[in-house]
């Protein structure tokens, strides 16, 4: 303690004009290193926002179109051949669909249909004699002497796909899509696919009951 007293007091004193100078300097060392720790702050603050905001649009160009992340309702592929298929997983957006299938190059329009129900009649005026002839199967058409444009413009190939001709398919030509739940996972609708002739408008579609 002794040393420190006379260490303390070897110090000579200091006249106003030292203690003014050393004031001075002590505020112009403070101003001086102000922008320094201004600059060093807004790195560490900045930095981070920028890697984060780096990150959100990274997410956003990766992100996927599906909302969710799951799988599509329904996909629509032009292939090489011309013909265009369509895979459908679920039955909801027809609008979706059928806006998509006019991307495509065909004017369509698409009901999803609930079980044993259809469409009411007359909702257009059929390209041939395949809309209303009901009580035939298919496979009877198809062996029939016609080979009706209706059943050629749309097909089933598989279990969740139809595959579209467009070359069956004439100018000003609606395909019709019916598209009925099946409440069976191995054959999940079934499809009733018709050409309505030009100039015939289709009318919305009224589901009505249906035995079939």
């Known amino acids: 303690m002794n040393a420190l007293t006379s260490m303390w007091q070897a110090v000579p004193a200091a006249s106003q004009d030292d203690l003014a100078g050393a004031r001075r300097r002590l505020l112009d060392g403070m ?15 900045t930095a981070p926002r920028l890697l984060i905001a780096a990150g959100v649009a990274a997410a956003a160009v990766t992100a996927p179109l599906v909302a969710g992340g799951g799988t599509p309702a329904y996909a629509v592929t032009e292939n090489p051949d011309g013909t265009i298929t369509v895979a459908l997983n679920e039955m909801r957006d027809p609008e979706g669909l059928r806006a998509d299938l006019l991307t495509a190059g065909v004017t369509a329009d698409v009901s ?25 199967t298919e496979a009877q058409l198809r ?20 595959r579209i001709r467009p070359e069956f398919i004439r100018p000003g030509e609606t395909l019709v899509l019916e598209f009925r739940d099946n409440q069976d996972a191995r054959r999940p609708w079934r499809l009733g696919a018709w050409l309505a002739r030009t100039g015939s408008p289709v009318k919305p579609c009224t589901p009505v009951p249906d035995a079939g």
Do not use: K, M
Not at 31 to 45: D, G, K, Q, T
Not at 121 to 136: K, N
Not at 143 to 162: H, L
């Open 31 to 45: 101003h001086a290193r102000r922008p320094a720790l201004a600059a060093s702050r807004r790195r560490v603050v």
């Open 112 to 136: 999803f249909l609930a079980p044993h129900t259809r469409c009411a009649d007359s909702r257009f005026e059929g390209v041939d004699p395949s809309y209303g002839s009901r009580g035939h």
């Open 143 to 162: 062996n029939g002497v016609e080979r009706w444009r209706s059943f050629e413009a749309a097909q089933v190939v598989d279990v969740r796909e139809i």
